[in-house]
C-alpha cells in the first residue's frame, strides 16, 4: 500500500488527535494539535497509508535543541517501522537546521518506545517519579532521555 511522510496541516488536527486518543490514556486535544501544527517552533511530520494518518511525530525547538513533544502510532500498524522512519526523518532536519541536541521523556512502562530511542543514540538522563498517572492504577516515572545532534 503507497505511504506518504509529509507535514501535518491544521487540516491534520482532527486526524492526529483521533490516533493520539488510540495510543494515550490522556491524549491531545484538536486545539491542542491545531496550536502545535501552527507554532513555527514545531515541526510536525506524519504518514499516511490509503489515506488515513497511521502515524506521526513532532518536535519543538528551543535554543539550539529540539524535545520530541510526541510520537504516536496506530496500535494496528505497529511494528512497520513507522515511528523509526519518522523519528530518523526529524533527526535529518534538525541536523540540518543546526540543531545541537535532542530531547524527550517516555513512560518507564513503553518498553517499544524506550528500545527505539536507544536504537537512534538517546540516553537516559534522569527521571520525573510518578510522572505518568492518567489511566494508570499505579503511576510510573517519566524517563527523560537526550542525544547530541549532528555528531
Known sequence: MNQLLRPLTRADATAAATLHAMCFPDPWSVTSFEAAIEDAAVRARGFRQGGQLVALAM???VAGEADLLTVATDPARRRHGFAAQLVSALIVELEGAGITRMT?????DNGAARQLYARFGFTEDGRRPRYYAAGRDVPVDAVLMSRHLGV
Request: hydrophobic share 40%; proline share 0%.
Open 59 to 61: 518536535t519543538k525547538e
Open 104 to 108: 524527550l521523556e517516555v513512560a518507564e
